[in-house]
């Protein structure tokens, strides 16, 4: 299967600081990225689409101005959690897709941790 | 290392039964994850398993066996809407998520 990077795996920064997660399919052109966000032992909860070259659509009850995502490229989308504050840590993971189609391919995940 | 398997594709016919498996491999356990996704679509949340046992849930049931690294999806009375990827997925002690890559469900008339 495809591959798709997360990077960093693991980060720990301050309250108030921003942080940006990268997210690269390695061996394919994504269309189609998603962000997510997990609480320990929850589901998944989808934060928004991106699509290459266009505005991300979020999901209701996520805000956009904290929730910074670009995918200006075909292998790169990235999400920038702003002012970071400790409700924000989490698990994020990202996937990537393909086209609009075919499935998603998932990245490593980031654990966040805002002190 | 961290590994998780799970067949590649599988083919049902409409009304029957199939059961996925997933095997893992992982530093510690602190449950397991069953998703759906349909083509183009995020994953939907199907089942999480931490203790050994069947989980039902409707026309899905899911089982786990610590002991064996083992757990299996049960998909019953089959719908062509359930062609879709099943993925499983593993908290490992770190409370990393560790992802099998998927089974591709082809459902026939």
């Known amino acids: 299967g495809a591959v798709v990077s997360q990077h960093p795996s693991r980060v720990i920064c301050k309250s108030g600081t921003s942080v940006k997660i990268e997210c690269r399919s390695l061996d394919f052109q994504a269309t189609t990225m998603f962000w997510y966000r997990q609480f320990p032992k929850k589901s998944l909860m989808l934060m928004a689409t991106s699509n290459e070259g266009s505005k991300a659509t979020y999901e209701q009850g996520v805000e956009k101005d904290k929730f910074l995502i670009n995918h200006a490229s075909l292998t790169l989308s990235t999400l920038t959690v702003t002012s970071a504050h400790p409700e924000d840590s989490s698990f994020y993971i990202c996937s990537a897709s393909l086209s609009e189609n075919t499935e998603a391919f998932f990245g490593q995940g980031t654990r966040l941790t805002v002190v | 290392g961290q590994n998780i398997d799970q067949p590649t594709e599988m083919t049902a016919t409409e009304g029957a039964i199939v059961q996925i498996n997933c095997t893992y491999q992982?530093?510690?356990?602190?449950?397991l994850f069953w998703y759906q996704q349909h083509a183009g679509e995020a994953p939907t949340f199907l089942s999480y398993n931490v203790l050994d046992g069947l989980e039902e849930k409707g026309r899905f049931s899911s089982f786990l066996s610590r002991s064996k690294g083992y757990s299996y999806l049960l998909l019953k009375e089959l719908q062509m809407k359930d062609s879709a990827s099943y993925l499983c997925a593993v908290l490992d002690s770190n409370y990393q998520l560790i992802w099998g890559a998927g089974t591709k469900l082809i459902i026939k008339p």
């Open positions: 992982t530093s510690g356990f602190n449950g």
